[in-house]
Each structure stands twice: as C-alpha cells, then as structure tokens.
C-alpha cells in the first residue's frame, strides 16, 4: 500500500540552524510528493511540492527534492528562525483516474529557540 | 480573497448530541475533504466529493456524515455513533484537474464531554 513516514518529534533547533526532516515514502506508481506547515491552532499550508523524480521544490528558503531511488522527500532550511516553529507533514499522492487522495504522515513538530 | 472558510473554530457537545461543522470555499473547486487530526496521527480522510450530490467514504467514515448539495458548500456532521469525536477537523479543497494541490481551511476543534 501507499503510506508516508517521517521522523518523529519534536525537533529542537537554535536559531539559524540548519533543518532537515526525514520523509520517506512507499507507493505504487509514480506520486506526487508535498511538504503541509500547520502553525499552532491552524490549518495545513501547501509549503512546496514535486511531481516527479528529481524534482526539487522550494518555497521561503526551504527545500526538498523528489529522490525516487531512495523513495525519499527530506525537508531542508539553511537557517531557521523562530517563526518556523510550526507541524511539519509530508504527503503523496498517487494518480488514480480522478480521485485525488493525499496520504500524510504523521507529522514533525519543530520548535526553534532565539 | 479566495479561501476555505470553518465555522465554528471551536465547538462544545454533550455526549449523544449530534452536530454539523461548516465548511464554505468560493474557490471554485469541484473536490472537497473532510479530514480528522488527533494527537501524533497526522491526518485521517473522513469523507470526499469529487462532484457535487456525490461523495465517498474515506478510512474513517464510520459515525460521521456528509452532503454536498452545492459546490461551495461540503458540511461534516458527527454522530452519536461516532465512538471518540473530539478531535480538530479540518476540510479541503482541490481542483478536479491541474495540480491537484488541497487547500485547507482554519479547521474546528470539537470537544465531546
């Protein structure tokens, strides 16, 4: 079956740290891949994604790249700030006719200190 | 401004007592979600519509229910037959070709006591 994991929480970070987040995927076919951001009491916010392999998206200095042979979408930052605290998920999606149903992960949560 | 509206953001019931949770886009979108979050799970899909008067359970429809008789409009209502409803929902939207990317509304926090 399709499913997603990440690494677990929470992250701890100083600010300007580097970020990464593990997310690794298994599906059938060939997905679509999306990093979600929740800040507390919200809902998701589309941060960036890839459609296919090799791929790499970016959005507000983060980055990740679409790694078919490690089956891999790891989330990185240069520098963090504290503003970055926030739920991190990590998703596919696989094209199925018109059904179009996102797979999440669980969820990392990232807390950056000043 | 275009977007994904919730209503209420955070609701109170008794136990027994069924209720609808709103969800509202003027985003012109064909496909709405409806997804439960609870506590180190991620994200569980409750329901979806492709179209509108169609809609097809997710992984854990059982006790909840949905109707789609407009295409802005997709309500959620908990049941009573829904064995742990307090959680935060959150409803999507996505449009029916393109990207597919889902848009997200505020989300509800619902607490059963």
């Known amino acids: 079956g399709n499913s997603v994991t990440q690494m677990e929480g929470p992250v701890t970070l100083s600010e300007e740290a580097f970020l990464t987040i593990n997310c690794t995927y298994t599906a059938t076919g060939y997905p679509s891949l999306f990093w979600y951001v929740q800040y507390p009491g919200e809902g998701l916010q589309l941060l960036l994604k890839a459609t296919k392999a090799d791929d790499k998206g970016s959005n507000k200095g983060f980055e990740a790249t679409y790694r078919k042979e490690t089956t891999s979408f790891h989330l990185e930052k240069g520098s963090v700030q504290v503003s970055d605290s926030a739920v991190y998920f990590c998703a596919l999606r696989v094209y199925r006719g018109a059904t179009n149903k996102l797979i999440f992960g669980t969820g990392t949560l990232l807390a950056v200190q000043p | 401004d275009g977007g994904i509206t919730q209503s209420p953001k955070y609701l109170f019931r008794k136990e027994g007592q069924n209720v609808t949770l709103s969800c509202e886009q003027n985003l012109n979108h064909d496909a709405m979600y409806w997804y439960r979050q609870d506590p180190g799970q991620g994200l569980r899909l409750i329901y979806y519509?492709?179209?509108?008067?169609?809609?097809q359970k997710g992984d854990i429809a059982e006790g909840y229910s949905v109707s789609r008789e407009k295409k802005e409009s997709f309500p959620l209502t908990v049941t009573s037959a829904q064995k742990n409803p307090t959680a935060f929902y959150l409803c999507?939207?996505?449009?029916?070709?393109?990207?597919?990317?889902?848009?997200f509304g505020p989300g509800t926090r619902l607490t059963v006591t």
């Open positions: 519509s492709q179209i509108v008067n169609d809609f």
């Open positions: 999507a939207s996505s449009a029916a070709s393109g990207s597919y990317e889902q848009y």
